[in-house]
């Protein structure tokens, strides 16, 4: 077995709160990085990705458990790892020679050494010619391949990557992936393994020989094993399609154990450690439910999920909170990948706007738990309405602040929506609605009658 460049211990990321309760953004994890593997890590947004690879890297201490850096805690050890993030995030006042030296000038190399190292990694990766140009000269792809050069130029031992690719045109990152495979094959950077931290499942499966999916609430190791499919790799090959089925099985079952992988790849499977005692609410709107819904229609209530996105040309971080939305309001159901239109749903998608909001209102109240308790909180009070504090305290305690006003604000569209209550945005309160409250002072009188 090889020894670990990095190893993760039990690590987590939580938050404390004044009581005793705390924010759990990654549970108990452990995880390894060794020489001559890519390692791609995938999962919804939310689930701690980033603060993973964070965490992983030095830059941020986990709340529990210890990275080792070869076996000695990475706060102690002199760690040789570069990051290539999104963002390009060079210096626009720097040539693109200054930007990929400016690293090794940070470090206090000699201007002969520097100039030579420099000068290498530019041509290794394309970019000799270009020395003199400034980054507003360039294209995305040219400015992404500065970011590549100046992470490699310190000859990282490992070499992280934070979505390199996502903020460019298909065409430009399909040539750097298959550039930065070509390098890594032929060894001809020095790096020793590589982490890429994407949202892409195709990405993963075509570049990395390991593969770790993580679910959320908190962030937790699903699946984790090895991709046994030699290279070059075909998107249209059988072993191909079934393992980028199986990950999108794994992220769009959140709730179910992880189902069997496809044949040959092999590894662990976790399974998931805690339940919430709130759904996490997909922040979805109505619109774009009753699009996902009308669409399926149209492809006879049924479709793979992942040519779903390939048809919309959405990437999975955008479809997929508009069909956990659909799912937990029991508009469709997926099974093995597949989406597919329930009765109800099938009945919204068909109807006038009246109906459609007697639907989602009678959905949202029997599944989301949140939108029952505003309703029932509202009901209870003589005055009819309920501050949003009342329900921010409930959810902070196992939602970081950010994500707990994301919460409220997709319970307060969704209600609004289906007419379950409005929102008085300048004193802070849910409110009844007028629409309920005639129909609530109906039915009294009537009561009142008899």
């Known amino acids: 077995m090889q020894t670990a460049i990095i190893r993760a211990a039990g690590v987590e990321k939580y938050y404390a709160q004044p009581s005793e309760n705390r924010i759990q953004v990654i549970s108990p994890t452990d995880l390894s990085i060794v020489p001559g593997e890519i390692v791609a890590l995938l999962g919804p947004s939310g689930s701690g990705k980033s603060t993973l690879l964070r965490m992983l890297t ?20 002199e760690v040789n790892v570069s990051i290539v993030f999104q963002s390009f995030a060079l210096f626009p006042w720097l040539t693109v020679f200054e930007n990929v030296e400016a690293p090794l000038k940070a470090r206090g190399m000699e201007p002969g050494e520097r100039r030579k190292r420099a000068m290498k990694i530019l041509d290794t990766v394309g970019l000799d010619g270009f020395q003199a ?7 995305g792809g040219m400015r992404q391949r500065v970011g590549f050069a100046r992470a490699l130029v310190v000859e990282p031992e ?9 903020a460019l045109d298909v065409l430009t990152a399909e040539n750097l992936r298959s550039e930065l495979l070509e390098l890594w094959q032929k060894k001809t950077i020095p790096t020793q393994a590589i982490f890429l931290v994407t949202h892409n499942i195709e990405e993963a499966v075509l570049l990395a020989d390991r593969i770790i999916v993580l679910g959320r609430n908190p962030g937790h190791v699903r699946t984790d094993f090895k991709v046994a499919i030699a290279h070059p790799r075909d998107r249209k090959a059988t072993a191909f399609t079934q393992l980028v089925d199986y ?8 709730d179910a154990k992880p189902p069997a992988l496809p044949e040959t790849p092999s590894g662990k499977k976790v399974r ?3 339940q919430m005692h709130y759904q996490m ?13 009308e669409l399926l229609l149209d492809h ?3 479709d793979d999920i992942y040519r779903l996105a390939d048809d919309l040309a959405f990437e999975i971080d955008d479809l997929l909170p508009i069909v956990d939305a659909a799912q937990l309001l029991g508009f469709l159901t997926v099974t093995e990948g597949d989406a597919a239109i329930t009765a109800t749903g099938t009945e919204y998608a068909n109807s006038e706007i009246l109906r459609q909001k007697e639907l989602f209102r009678t959905a949202a109240v029997t599944n989301v738990l949140l939108l029952r308790q505003i309703v029932r909180a509202i009901e209870a009070k003589s005055d009819r309405s309920v501050p949003e504090e009342f329900f921010h305290d409930m959810l902070d305690e196992q939602f970081s602040e950010e994500e707990t006003l994301r919460q409220l604000e997709t319970a307060i569209n969704w209600g609004r929506y289906a007419e379950l209550f409005d929102f008085d945005a300048s004193r802070r309160r849910f409110i009844q609605t007028e629409t309920l409250h005639a129909e609530s002072d109906a039915i009294s009188s009537a009561e ?3």
């Open 247 to 254: 990950i999108y099985k794994v992220l769009t079952q959140p």
């Open 272 to 274: 998931d450690q805690r």
């Open 58 to 77: 030095g830059l941020s201490a986990p709340s529990a458990g210890e990275v080792y850096w070869h076996e000695q805690p990475i706060a102690m050890a």
């Open 300 to 302: 006879n209530g049924k």
């Open 133 to 139: 140009a400034y980054p507003k000269e360039l294209s």
């Open 158 to 166: 490992v070499l992280f990557m934070d979505e390199p690719f996502s």
């Open 281 to 293: 609410l997909p922040h979805a709107r109505p619109g774009g439910i009753a699009g996902l819904l």
């Open 448 to 450: 009142i009658d008899a």
